[in-house]
Nanobody
Framework: VQLQAFGGGLVQAGGSLRLSCAAS????????MGWFRQAPGKEREFVAAISWSGGSTYYADSVKGRFTISRDNAKNTVYLQMNSLKPEDTAVYYC?????????????????WGQGTQVTVSS
């Protein structure tokens, strides 16, 4: 599976952005998908994950209630809708694919990664 994330940009605090991650390959619908982010000088951290069917989701506490992950298997795409953005959300955001049926926040469970898209939130 090859992944390409896009949709990042510069937004003011309180604003919204929607990230997309387009996947190539016929097996996209068999993978759980996740979003991670990495700020300068920090470890890559989990943001959200969604099951292969879209029926289950899992969020980091820091984004719960503000971010929504979704997917469209017909379009081989996973989305991250980000609302009420804060300066601390500034990071490079990565999408990733996990072949396991159990959602995970561990980056080591994800086998495939996109190239990342920069999100900058100004105060």
């Amino acid at each position: 599976v090859q992944l390409q994330a896009f949709g990042g940009g510069l937004v003011q605090a309180g604003g919204s952005l929607r990230l997309s991650c387009a996947a190539s390959g016929r097996t996209f619908s068999s993978y759980a998908m996740g979003w991670f982010r990495q700020a300068p000088g920090k470890e890559r951290e989990f943001v959200a994950a969604i099951s292969w069917s879209g029926g289950s989701t899992y969020y980091a506490d820091s984004v719960k209630g503000r971010f929504t992950i979704s997917r469209d298997n017909a379009k081989n795409t996973v989305y991250l809708q980000m609302n009420s953005l804060k300066p601390e959300d500034t990071a490079v955001y990565y999408c990733a694919a996990d072949p396991s049926p159990v959602l995970s926040a561990s980056r080591y469970r994800y086998d495939y990664w996109g190239q990342g898209t920069q999100v900058t939130v100004s105060s």
